[in-house]
């Protein structure tokens, strides 16, 4: 089964450069890695972990549905503070 797979920089303090998060929106999962390939080996081992769980719990596993991806421009005076 494929699962859409989200790629994301991470550019968070405490991070070395290079560090992705790959995000499995279909299953709720997250993870990182280090380059793409590193965050994409992050998100199998994850989600098979996962989806072993949910079956030896007799849990059906979500199926992935249409995936869409935009963005959101948030304005900059709503980031003050944060």
């Known amino acids: ?3 859409p797979l989200l790629f994301e920089k991470i550019r968070e303090p405490g991070f070395p450069e290079g ?3 790959a995000h499995l929106p ?3 999962l997250t993870t990182h890695g ?3 390939e590193g965050a994409r080996r992050a998100a199998e081992e994850l989600a098979g ?3 072993a769980e949910l079956q030896e719990r ?3 596993p979500p199926r992935p549905g249409e995936t869409l991806l935009s963005t959101l421009e ?3 005076h709503a ?3 944060a």
Request: glycine share 16%; no cysteine.
């Open 79 to 81: 980031l003050q503070g």
């Open 34 to 36: 280090e380059g793409l």
């Open 26 to 28: 279909t299953l709720g």
């Open 74 to 76: 948030v304005p900059e």
């Open 58 to 60: 007799g849990e059906t």
């Open 19 to 21: 560090f992705y998060y």
């Open 49 to 51: 972990l996962w989806l």
């Open 1 to 3: 089964m494929n699962y």
